[in-house]
T-cell receptor, first 114, second 115 residues
Framework: DGGITQSPKYLFRKEGQNVTLSCEQN?????MYWYRQDPGQGLRLIYY???????QKGDIAEGYSVSREKKESFPLTVTSAQKNPTAFYLC?????????????FGQGTRLTVV | AQSVSQHNHHVILSEAASLELGCNYS??????LFWYVQYPGQHLQLLLK??????LVKGIKGFEAEFIKSKFSFNLRKPSVQWSDTAEYFC?????????????FGTGTRLQVFP
């Protein structure tokens, strides 16, 4: 079945450590996105990529980094510079970067900093 | 700044009540509009979408939404809700004039339906 796979589902990190969240899609979609979901704040865009080897900052990129070396993969690194990293992270993709198509989402990764 | 507003943060209804959730956006020009739903413990999934044509769009599970360009709105409606509609609902927008692929979400509305 085609879809988006995020791993791990739950992640614990000590303060001061970087951690990388995985996002893989087999939908052959060009565009991929990372969102952060916090209660009462909806989904806020962290980074997005329209094509391999290219990505843009979203609204809350500070303290995060991404790479897009392969079409199917868009890992997100939460760095120690992110002041409040505990959150639910969602990865999404869309077909060919066209605006008039729906986004498909992964199941999310819940990151907790301890 | 480009934004999407959902003014109802938490809505509580009894079964069979009618539902209307507000969504307003701040972009000019052409927009593509979406409503997504997140049932407890599940993926976000698409309820309905508007790109062009008839401003009244119908989605899954009896939901519909009306695009009113003059009001910059895309409100979600359902005539009679069910307990299974309990979920969080998100309005989202893409605006090609601003940025082709930037999908922006509202803050979400949590709907609770009681039997």
């Amino acid at each position: 079945d085609g879809g988006i796979t995020q791993s791990p589902k739950y992640l614990f990190r000590k303060e001061g450590q970087n951690v990388t969240l995985s996002c893989e899609q087999n939908l052959n979609h060009d565009a991929m996105y990372w969102y952060r979901q916090d209660p009462g704040q909806g989904l806020r865009l962290i980074y997005y990529s329209q094509i391999v080897n290219d990505f843009q900052k979203g609204d809350i990129a500070e303290g995060y980094s991404v790479s897009r070396e392969k079409k199917e993969s868009f890992p997100l690194t939460v760095t120690s510079a992110q002041k409040n990293p505990t959150a639910f992270y969602l990865c999404a993709s869309t077909d060919n970067g066209r605006t008039n198509t729906e986004a498909f989402f992964g199941q999310g990764t819940r990151l907790t900093v301890v | 700044a480009q934004s999407v507003s959902q003014h109802n943060h938490h809505v509580i209804l009894s079964e069979a009540a009618s539902l209307e959730l507000g969504c307003n956006y701040s972009y000019g020009g052409t927009v593509n509009l979406f409503w997504y739903v997140q049932y407890p413990g599940q993926h976000l999934q698409l309820l309905l979408k508007y790109f062009s044509g008839d401003p009244l769009v119908k989605g899954i599970k009896g939901f519909e939404a009306e695009f009113i360009k003059s009001k910059f709105s895309f409100n979600l409606r359902k005539p009679s809700v069910q307990w299974s509609d309990t979920a969080e609902y998100f309005c989202a927008v893409t605006a090609p004039l601003y940025n082709t692929d930037k999908l922006i979400f509202g803050t979400g509305t949590r709907l609770q339906v009681f039997p």
